[in-house]
């Protein structure tokens, strides 16, 4: 029978950004791959601080910038042999987080996403049957991020858990969830990347070309750090 892995992706790049080499190689090695991203659904007009989370990608308010996100993750995918899912939950922006600033803090008490995430997941779960569940294990600690992993944490799965190191968050001094679990409770185990790999990463990464500006400075310095990436750092429970 096919094997499965459900990677859980907060944003529509998060699992090819962090475990982008990871995936292909499962897909390659003849598993069935689903990358379902959470946090995808567009508002109209939107306003304030999400507005403007899009005008500084340089994409007008007439822009759909959702959809054009969505269309972006399907051709990373493709790019590596992986399936792609749209859930239609609202990124933090449009949850009432209203600067840069509060989506690195503690999820609000009230966030949607808390009651939201559970029933998504399990759906995910049943509809794919999955050998592995792949999350972030929210380094830097996007809000978005965190609950997904705690979500995916508090789901019923008989599925091999393992935690991608967030990327590009990673490279940037900052803690992981603090619900987490602690470094001494995990066993780590690194893909290697060959030169080949690297390359086939970043033309997956290179499709994401709304966040290249913002995230890495352009596609050239996002394909450096990409050749300069050895490894992907994967955490697993310790048996
Ligand atoms: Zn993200």
Redesign the pocket.
């Known amino acids: 029978m096919t094997r499965v892995v459900l990677a859980l992706?907060?944003?529509l790049?998060?699992a090819v950004?962090s475990a982008g080499g990871g995936l292909a190689a499962r897909a390659e090695a003849g598993w069935r791959v689903v990358v379902a991203t959470l946090f995808t659904g567009g508002v109209d007009a939107p306003k304030g601080f999400a507005l403007a989370c899009q005008l500084d990608k340089g994409l007008g308010p007439e822009i759909d910038y959702m959809a054009l996100r969505r269309g972006e993750d399907e051709a990373a995918c493709a790019a590596l042999g992986l399936h792609a899912v749209h859930l239609p939950l609202l990124e933090a922006p449009h949850r009432d987080y209203h600067s840069a600033a509060e989506l690195f803090r503690a999820p609000h008490a009230d966030d949607p996403a808390r009651e939201a995430l559970g029933p998504a997941l399990a759906e995910l779960i049943e509809a794919h049957g999955p050998d592995e569940v792949w999350a972030?294990r929210a380094l830097g600690g996007?809000v978005?991020?965190v609950l997904v992993h705690r979500a995916t944490r508090a789901s019923a799965s008989a599925a091999r858990l393992c935690w991608w190191t967030?990327w590009p968050?990673a490279d940037r001094p900052a803690p992981a969830d603090p619900e987490s679990p602690t470094v001494a409770a995990l066993a780590w185990e690194d893909e290697a990347l060959s030169a080949a790999a690297r390359t086939r990463k970043a033309d997956a990464c290179a499709a994401y070309g709304s966040q290249l500006g913002f995230q890495f400075g352009g596609e050239a310095a996002m394909r450096a750090r990409v050749r300069a990436m050895a490894a992907e750092r994967y955490a697993t429970a310790r048996a």
Do not use: G, K, R, V
Request: hydrophobic share 10%.
């Open positions: 992706s907060p944003h790049d998060d950004f972030p996007h978005d991020h967030d968050y």
